[in-house]
């Protein structure tokens, strides 16, 4: 049985124990729509999702999928038209990836899950999509967990969904599969007509990809709206209650607050320490050699305290001999001058008595 894919939440109120945490959510998601979930830690981002797959009974309110709710579908019916990635770590063992991406097909395959031909060709286009089928024979408890992220995702695809539901699909993925996953996903929506679902910490990819992002914040959704409504109002701000620093949600450039009274202070490249610009100030600190810029390289510690530390760690020789005096009075000096460069550096970073 295929079903329509168009989820509608009405009215839904989902939390633990019968108890609400996030109340009244209320959309509806076309096929092919692609709706990402952002919000701060704690925010309820997948408890939304759990409930949304069954995972996590609702409290109040309906998910419907079509017109059917999702709670008269069989676990069947459900397998065939959603597929889950959510973030817990499965740990099967003695499965090869493969085995473990062609869990995809046990909804197709009858009570004793033997692939067909058809099976094992879907598992292995699957694997190939996400750039998974270079290890695809290694046992899954053996890769990092960035490949078991892409094994997961292929499992999701083998299973020929019309609505996948991600949470943090992109967690231990180096950026270039970011893209590649993200970009499987806008493919997956706008040629097969699949509705995607996810959730994702990475604000500027949610905004790139996303038809809808939904904000999550409190016991409601903060905003429901397109990606260019939430830039052209800067809702970021407001939904991680930034009151130090900025998020331009044009570049997703971060500008971190680095004065003392709390305002935000973006320093461009002249106000960074070891800039020339401002050589004079920074070499009366310590900061800058004059003679030697290249060394110029660690800005917390001054260069003055270093040059002279190799003075007092270079040994003394009396017609060959080591001098027996010299290993204690470096040693000492040693950590004197590094606990002052400490002190120097604690203090420069904290913005206090220094340039």
């Known amino acids: 049985m295929r079903t329509d894919h168009t989820v509608t939440l009405k009215e839904l109120s989902v939390g633990y124990n019968g108890k609400a945490l996030i109340r009244d959510i209320s959309l509806r998601i076309g096929g092919g729509g692609i709706v990402s979930l952002i ?14 797959t069954r995972q996590l009974a609702a409290v109040a309110g309906s998910v419907c999928i079509g017109e059917k709710d999702l709670t008269d579908l069989s676990h069947r019916d459900l397998s065939l038209s959603m597929a889950v990635m959510l973030t817990e770590r499965i740990r099967p063992e003695l499965m090869s990836c493969f085995d473990v991406a062609a869990t995809g097909r046990y909804p197709y395959t009858g009570k004793f899950g033997i692939l067909s031909s058809e099976d094992e060709r879907i598992v292995t286009d699957a694997l190939r999509t996400v750039h998974a089928d270079g290890f695809a024979g290694a046992d899954f408890t053996e890769v990092s967990d960035g490949q078991k992220q892409l094994v997961l995702l292929a499992r999701a695809i083998a299973q020929e969904p019309e609505i996948i539901v991600l949470d943090e699909p992109t967690s231990y993925l180096d950026i270039k599969h970011k893209i590649d996953l993200l970009n499987v996903l806008r493919k997956m929506a706008s040629e097969r007509g699949v509705t995607v679902i996810l959730s994702l910490h990475e604000i500027d990819l949610a905004l790139k990809v996303s038809d809808h992002v939904l904000c999550v914040k409190g016991e409601t959704v903060y905003r429901y709206d397109t990606p260019e409504a939430l830039i052209a109002e800067d809702a970021v701000c407001g939904l991680y209650d930034l009151t130090k620093g900025q998020y331009d949600m044009r570049t997703g ?20 320490p070891g800039s020339v610009e401002e050589a004079p100030d920074l070499r009366s600190a310590g900061l800058l050699s004059p003679s030697h810029p290249e060394r110029n390289l660690t800005p917390g510690i001054p260069v003055s305290a270093g040059r002279k530390e190799e003075e007092h760690l270079k040994p003394s020789y009396t017609d060959g001999n080591r001098s027996p005096e010299a290993p204690d009075y470096a040693g000492r000096e040693k950590k004197d001058r590094l606990h002052e460069a400490g002190e120097f550096s604690y203090r420069f970073f904290r913005n206090e008595d220094c340039i």
């Open 253 to 272: 450039n971060v500008d971190l607050d680095v004065s003392d009274d709390g305002g935000t202070e973006s320093p461009g490249t002249d106000s960074l």
């Open 39 to 52: 919000g701060p830690n704690g925010a309820g981002k997948s408890t939304i999702l759990k409930s949304i």
